[in-house]
T-cell receptor, first 113, second 115 residues
Framework: DQQVKQNSPSLSVQEGRISILNCDYTNSMFDYFLWYKKYPAEGPTFLISISSIKDKNEDGRFTVFLNKSAKHLSLHIVPSQPGDSAVYFCAASVGTNAGKSTFGDGTTLTVKP | DARVTQTPRHKVTEMGQEVTMRCQPILGHNTVFWYRQTMMQGLELLAYFRNRAPLDDSGMPKDRFSAEMPDATLATLKIQPSEPRDSAVYFC?????????????FGPGTRLTVL
């Protein structure tokens, strides 16, 4: 039973356009959500997060939207740049679980120049 | 520049051999995680520690895997005996919970190949 799902294994966009990465979850106890970016041969790095008390969080070119009723979150990258090409992981946490996160399988984003 | 370090970065071994992976978490972090990533798969949580005490190791095959934190600066993951299906990239991550939320800082990983 996969509690965090990223249904699109890959996404390709043109430089300058918007990238939208999606994530669905099934556990209604999740109250904190994170996105990580991973380049080849490196560990994931934290990108942006959102608490369940919010529906949007913005940091520069990156915005995360949370729709609790649909159990869905999305990461928007505007404008997309070639350096954004990486694997993006969605993760979710329950506040009482001492920081433990459940990760999705990742979406590989390719931004074409 | 604080970062999580992992050794070795690459390990090739033969089936049946013992493998030990080491991790140095960021100084001051109170939570350490071990993950495994296989080809085209997400991050599978193997075990994690809070203030050096194991909180959950339900993700590990108990008969062959073991995880410890001998001290606050070292976490180890051992596989004995290793099998070809253990071939994967193993990541260590640390965090300061709850002061820094749930953000985890990952090391570069150990790529393990078991022949």
């Amino acid at each position: 039973d996969q509690q965090v799902k990223q249904n699109s294994p890959s996404l390709s966009v043109q430089e300058g356009r918007i990238s939208i990465l999606n994530c669905d979850y099934t556990n209604s106890m999740f109250d904190y959500f994170l996105w990580y970016k991973k380049y080849p041969a490196e560990g994931p790095t934290f990108l942006i997060s959102i608490s369940s008390i919010k529906d949007k969080n913005e940091d520069g070119r990156f915005t995360v939207f949370l729709n609790k009723s649909a159990k869905h979150l999305s990461l928007h990258i505007v404008p997309s740049q070639p350096g954004d090409s990486a694997v993006y992981f969605c993760a979710a946490s329950v506040g009482t679980n001492a920081g433990k996160s459940t990760f999705g399988d990742g979406t590989t984003l390719t931004v074409k120049p | 520049d604080a970062r999580v370090t992992q050794t070795p970065r690459h390990k090739v071994t033969e089936m049946g051999q013992e493998v030990t992976m080491r991790c140095q978490p960021i100084l001051g972090h109170n939570t350490v995680f071990w993950y495994r990533q296989t080809m085209m798969q997400g991050l599978e949580l193997l075990a994690y520690f809070r203030n050096r005490a194991p909180l959950d190791d339900s993700g590990m095959p108990k008969d062959r895997f073991s995880a410890e934190m001998p001290d606050a600066t070292l976490a180890t993951l051992k596989i004995q005996p290793s099998e070809p299906r253990d071939s994967a990239v193993y990541f260590c991550a640390s965090g300061l919970v709850p002061l820094q939320g749930y953000e985890q800082f990952f090391g570069p990983g150990t790529r393990l190949t078991v022949l």
